[in-house]
């Protein structure tokens, strides 16, 4: 079993950075591979990054790439979405989840975060 615990969010303006942390209490992180989904009300959930275990390959949806990065420290853990540039259409609750495949599917990913709230206002 693999609890994740999102942190890092909150309200900021346009422009501004926001850094998500996503912590997980398993031994053996390192095998597992991570993505960031988040989801707007009436919204389906939608992709946003993911990581493989060893961090050396990342995927990012084209809404994120160049402003978002998705990178994971295994000796504490943790896996981290660092967002810049941030626009008001990321306004969503951000959730990370741990599966066994990189993968920009949400049925490929077996254990998830509560979530974290981002406000972003104009």
């Known amino acids: 079993q693999v609890q994740l615990v999102e942190s890092g969010g909150g309200m900021v303006q346009a422009g501004g950075s926001l850094r998500l942390s996503c912590a997980a209490s398993?031994?053996?992180?390192?095998?597992?591979?991570v993505g960031w989904f988040r989801q707007t009300p009436g919204k389906e959930r939608q992709f946003v990054a993911a990581?493989?275990?060893?961090?050396?390959?990342?995927l990012h949806a084209d809404s994120a790439k160049e402003r978002f990065t998705i990178s994971r420290d295994n000796s504490k853990n943790t896996v981290y979405l660092q967002m810049n540039s941030l626009k008001p259409e990321d306004t969503a609750v951000y959730y990370c989840?741990?599966?066994?495949?990189?993968?920009?599917?949400?049925?490929?990913?077996?254990?998830w975060g509560q979530g974290t709230r981002v406000t972003v206002s104009s």
């Open positions: 989840a741990a599966g066994v495949q990189v993968s920009t599917t949400e049925r490929d990913y077996d254990y």
């Open positions: 398993v031994r053996t992180f390192s095998r597992y591979r």
């Open positions: 990581i493989s275990g060893s961090g050396s390959t990342t």
